[in-house]
């Protein structure tokens, strides 16, 4: 708990910093919360917020270098002390920012020492925000609901992977409400596993829904199983779910009965299964009843029109069908939720939207987009709007 105080001592005697702060990213990628002081001494206040639109934080993590802000002192031609701002990331995964106060403009090689110290402060992070909630408390700047929290702990703990070979970056919004959508990426030795789901409902219904589907999709994949067994598995989970859940109806009374069938007593999820081969990037992939993927080839938007087959929990043997998906060089995939067609069924411009961030990296583009449903809904989304963007660059 004391790492980031630490980690400010010692920058503070090897290079004379004035002042040391670290600046975790919050839930929604939207905002920074100052970590330090009160904070790393146990004071569970509300935290600093700095919201990261237009600022030069936001130009850090955007460019992912070292930026210097140098003042000039009142009626005086020297400087003032300079704050150092340097990206905190590991492999894509933009934690937060360090930000240092000194004296003078850094040397190079003083400059060098505050970007790697960042990074290290990367890997301190995400080793200690095991053993304490300090971090997860830093990134809330809003109550998560139940449902919300469980959603979450379904996340990976990385929301963007940068690995050379590809770039794979997810964002869900509201971040702190609802609970039905997860996403979920891994990798072995030959391939890149990536999967999309959307449970039926909302708050902790959908919440424990998902955790049943993405539970049973983990259970399956971790054991070897290709796409097929992984989507009957969870097919099973989710009607096995509905069963006792029906059950627990049945054994209650007519007042309590109404209750649960109000608040969901049947159990359905969409979702989508991929699997990349890392060395030739041949996709095959099952769509359980989801939405329609994105392809940004070229600079043009395509939507990638597969077979449906039945969501997770509709029929015991609902035959899922193992697809190709045409990846290519240069492609990047976006998978989507129906929560990002809001409010009226429609893309609300995503398309174009994916087309004017082509070039940017997945992290910023999936926040682009989330935040344009959220806009769009006047911040009251209906649904949970979650994205998953995947990079095949060219080599």
Known sequence: MESVAVM????????????????ITDLGGKALVRLTGAAVEGDRGQPERIELSGT????????QQVQMVIGKRAGEARSAPVRV????????????VLELTLAAPPDRQTAQLISEAAHALAYVVIVNRRFTDLYEWG???TRLSLAAEIQHRLLPDSFTCDAGRFTVAGALEPAHDIGGDTFDYTLDHRTLHLSLTDAMGHDVQAALLATVVVGALRNARRAGADLVAQAEDANRAVAHYADQAHQAIADQSDRVHQAIAEHGGQAMVTGQLLRVALDTGHTTFVNAGHVWPLRLRDGKVQEITPLVDLPFGITPNPGYRVQNLDLRPGDRLVLLTDGMLEPHGTDFGLRNLIEQTGDWHPRDAVRVFTEAVLETTDHDPRDDATVLCLDWPRL
Not at 85 to 96: C, E, H, K, S, W
């Open 139 to 141: 990134r809330r700047t």
């Open 8 to 23: 400010a001592r010692v920058l503070q005697e090897r290079i004379a910093a004035v002042e040391v702060s670290f600046l």
């Open 85 to 96: 701002l340097a990206p905190v990331t590991d492999r894509g995964d933009a934690i937060g």
């Open 56 to 63: 030069v934080y936001d130009q850090v993590i955007r460019s």
